[in-house]
Each structure stands twice: as C-alpha cells, then as structure tokens.
C-alpha cells in the first residue's frame, strides 16, 4: 500500500527511516481510533461508579437511621417523602461536587493520591453544605443520619475508584487503554521520560516518536530506551506534523528553553486545533502537585514551589491517627502477638522479643521493638554476614540468604508479623504508623543530606518503600522514596500507603 502523499513528503522533509515509519503509523492508526473510545467509556464508568456509592450511602443511611417506613402510622407518609427528598437533595449536591473538584478529570484518574484527595475533598464540601444548610433553615437532619451516609459514602467512592484503578492498570499492562504520546527534548531527557511511562505502564503513556532541538534528518536516527527504540521524526519546527501524522494524544515536553516564548504559545494554538494535550516537564523531580502552585507575573506562569509540610499542627494531628489507628491495631492483634510469642519460645527458647537502638525524630534515639526473629547474640555476626552477602560496602544491609534467620523468624518476617510489636513504639511516641523505616545509628551517614531530611518526620512502621517492593528495591530507589515521603507529606498518601500495606503483606514480595 502507498503511503499518502503527505506523510511521504514528511519522510522526505526529515529523512525518516521507512521501516521504523511504517512501524510507528501502522501501530498509531491502529489505536487512535480507540482512544477517544475508552476514554469516554472510562469517565461514564467513574461516573456510574461513584453515582452508584452515593446513591447507596443515602439509602443505607436512611434506612439504618429512620428504618422502614410504616404506613399504618399517621404523618409517617410524609415524613418518609420528607426523609427521602433530603437523601435526593444530599445525592445531588455530593455527586455536584465531584463534578466542581474535577474529580472525573481523565488525567488524574488511574495514577496518584490527587484522585483520591479530591473525592475526599468533595465528600467534605458536600456535608459541609448540608451542615451549613441544616443549621440556617433548621432542616431537621438528624445528626446520625449524616453520621452514617459519610463513612459508607466515602468508603464507597474510594473503593470504587480503587477497583476501577486495578482494572485500567491490567487493561493498560496488556498494551490497551493507551495514550500515545510524542517527546520533545534532548535525547537524554527523552530517554529518562521513556523510562519513566515503562516503568509506571499504569500511567497509560506509549512513546511513538520523538522530536529533537536542531534534528537536521538524519537518516534512521532512533533513541534507544529500556523498552525499545524510538524513532526520532523531526525538530522543535516540525513538532505540529509530527503530531499531526502520528495521530498523538499527547505531546510531553522535557524543556521548553529550546523553543521560546512565542513558539510555545503558537504551538499550543496548534495543538488545542489538533485536539492533542501538551505535557510540560517541570525541571524539579520528586514534587507532587499540592506543592506546586503557578502563580503569574505579567501573564508568564512561574512555578512556586511550597515548602513541605511539617508544622507543629499537622504533627498534632498525625499523633491523633497514630494513637487511634495503633490501639485499634494493638487489640484487632493481640491474639496474632499472642501466637507469634508462644512459637518463639517454643522454637529455640530464647527471648520473644528484640530490641535495637535507632535514630527517630529529630535525631533522638530510640529502643525499637519487634518480635525477634534471629538466633540470640546474632548481632555480633553482623560483620560476616556482611561480607559473606558481598555487602560489606552497602548502604543498607538486606540479605534473602541471612544465616542467623531461625525458621519460624523466616515465616514471621514473611508474613510482617514481626513488626506488630513496633505498634508500642508508635504508642510511645517514638514512632507513627506511616513514615521511613527507623535506621540503626551510623546507617545511611554517608547520604549527603539523607539523615538530616528523615529526622523531619518520625519513622513509621511501613513507608513507601515497603509498598514499592521492600528489600528488594535498590538503597538509590529507597534513599529516593524516603526523600519523596518527607518532602511530600500528606493525609491521602499516608492512606493510600496504609491500604497498599495490606496489599503488600498479603503477597509477601520482599519480605526477607
């Protein structure tokens, strides 16, 4: 079949290769009519979704509070029809909302905690509406009944989202439900974008081609990546028909300093005509959205980044957590503390429990506490076991093959059973639930900055890198997502971390 005139006088304009161009066309014609598909069917799915989790709240509400109406009763009738109404003017005003918080938004559903914070944030305006509403005009909402329908609400819509994530991200595994995107930057930025939309493929981004400052077209010129090469089809003058030829729903710009004020401003008037979204690269890494604000001066949008979050007020309330949640977590437990115990001693009869030095908030040491899960006095064959693994030099010291591991320490290390006694700890206020894993003093020192920044928050009994794979993750990934935790804190992600653990423990990855 001959290629349309157009894109053969794209070939020739910038010397494309035309086995890598009949690759790239025959793979962006395929899925582009689809696109627009399962993005309209996504974001009825959300929409029923979350629909379905409100309109339950309000009658589970209603029901457990009012329950069923009797007829025999006199004003029973109208009182129901009254009941009812407020459920419907509740339901709307929820379901509004979300809508206003842009929660339905397609380019935050399916990746990050934002999703999930602007369904907690509309849940809240909803009932704070209501509350408002009922307080000036004496309603005569009972208190119970709201006291009900948001729990079950917000439990509702999170789960929801929950769910309808997991199926995207399977769907996107398996190469659907895609957005093709093309790159523009240098070859080394392109390369680091790629790498990052393989390694998050739940992100749903698929690089078709990429664009480089001052291309001159030169003959089958591609940029190799982890998940293969890419083709590299024009300049930062030819970027709209490279948009336009390959049908992307995306162009990602790494940098915008190659292109100008006024280039960028007439491409993104060619790219609002095409229908494609642009994507900008921010020159900072590891800052999550409600730490960037854009703030314009003379119509330029500059970034301003906020500082993290550590004020004496938020730790108050992140205590408050700790202690709910651990006593909660303590007596749900006990009788698995209890089990852990009573196979310890049998095992070998040494102590249940060890306890070990570590550095916490602020520098302040601390007596940690977990079930124990190596032979006594293994402490002193630390050294040995560190050169044996060949990690005599490591940051952190993590082996699969530790020989001081006992059997049943194996199996409780497994399963995350060791660590439950930390919930003292948390209790004491040495610890949080949520935070970087406590180092033993010394570890990490030689991480310019590392020690200092952990020291801002209290360490936790899980963290991010336990839900990003545990030991098995590298000390760079882990040093990274220890900073990220730090710089980034917030309520939704502690959250999402808390529900992820569950996840994690259950499939045991890591754990050694």
Not at 11 to 28: H, L, P, Y
Not at 36 to 60: E, I, N, P, S
Not at 243 to 262: F, Q, R, Y
């Amino acid at each position: 079949m001959t290629a349309p005139p157009l894109v053969r006088r794209f070939r020739s304009t910038i010397g494309f290769r035309s086995e890598s161009a009949d690759r790239v066309m025959k793979q962006v014609t395929e899925t582009k009519a689809r696109a627009c598909q399962w993005k309209k069917m996504h974001r009825r799915h959300v929409v029923v979704m979350d629909a379905v989790a409100v309109v339950a709240a309000v009658t589970v509400a209603q029901f457990a509070r009012f329950g069923v109406p009797d007829s025999t009763g006199p004003g029973v009738g109208d009182h129901w029809r009254y009941v009812t109404a407020c459920s419907v003017i509740l339901a709307v005003i929820w379901l509004a909302a979300l809508r206003l918080q842009e929660s339905w938004d397609l380019s935050l559903t399916g990746i990050g905690s934002e999703e999930y914070r602007r369904v907690v944030t509309s849940t809240a305006w909803a009932f704070g509406i209501i509350a408002v509403t009922d307080l000036l005009l004496q309603l005569g909402l009972v208190r119970g009944y709201l006291a009900i329908a948001l729990p079950v609400g917000l439990a509702g819509l999170l789960a929801g989202r929950h769910f309808l994530r997991r199926d995207l991200a399977r769907k996107r595994s398996r190469g659907a439900f895609t957005s093709q995107v093309v790159v523009l930057g240098k070859p080394h930025s392109v390369i680091a974008l790629c790498n990052t939309f393989n390694r998050c493929s739940h992100a749903g981004y698929r690089v078709v081609g990429a664009c480089l400052p001052d291309y001159e077209g030169k003959v089958g010129l591609e940029i190799d990546t982890r998940t293969g090469p890419v083709p590299v089809l024009g300049n930062q003058h030819s970027v709209a028909e490279v948009v336009s030829l390959t049908n992307a729903d995306a162009l990602a710009v790494t940098s915008a300093e190659h292109l100008g004020h006024e280039h960028m401003r007439t491409l993104t008037w060619q790219l609002d005509s095409l229908g494609t979204d642009l994507i900008v690269m921010p020159g900072m890494v590891d800052i999550v959205g409600p730490r960037l604000k854009i703030r314009p001066i003379d119509n330029m949008p500059l970034f301003h980044v906020a500082r993290p979050r550590h004020d004496r007020a938020l730790r108050y309330h992140k205590r408050f957590f700790d202690l709910a949640l651990g006593t909660i977590a303590l007596i749900l437990l006990s009788p698995v503390m209890l089990m852990a115990a009573v196979s310890i001693k049998c095992n070998d009869g040494g102590p249940v429990f060890f306890r070990q030095e570590r550095v916490g908030y602020n520098g302040i040491r601390f007596r940690m506490i977990k079930f124990r899960t190596m032979r006594p006095e293994s402490e002193a064959q630390l050294e040995m076991e560190r050169i044996v693994s060949g990690q005599s030099e490591a940051i952190f010291y993590k082996s699969a093959t530790d020989s001081r591991i006992t059997s049943i320490g194996r199996w409780l290390r497994k399963t995350s059973i060791d660590e439950i006694p930390q919930l003292f700890n948390v209790l004491a206020g040495s610890m949080s639930i949520v935070g970087p894993r406590p180092l033993v003093p010394g570890e990490g020192s030689s991480v310019e900055y590392f020690i200092e920044r952990r020291g801002l928050v209290k360490p936790g009994i899980t963290g991010l890198w336990q839900v990003s794979g545990r030991s098995d993750i590298s000390a760079a990934e882990r040093i990274r997502l220890d900073h990220f935790y730090v710089d980034n804190w917030s309520y939704v992600q502690d959250l999402m971390i808390i529900l992820r653990t569950v996840r994690t423990v259950l499939q045991g990855h890591g754990a050694y």
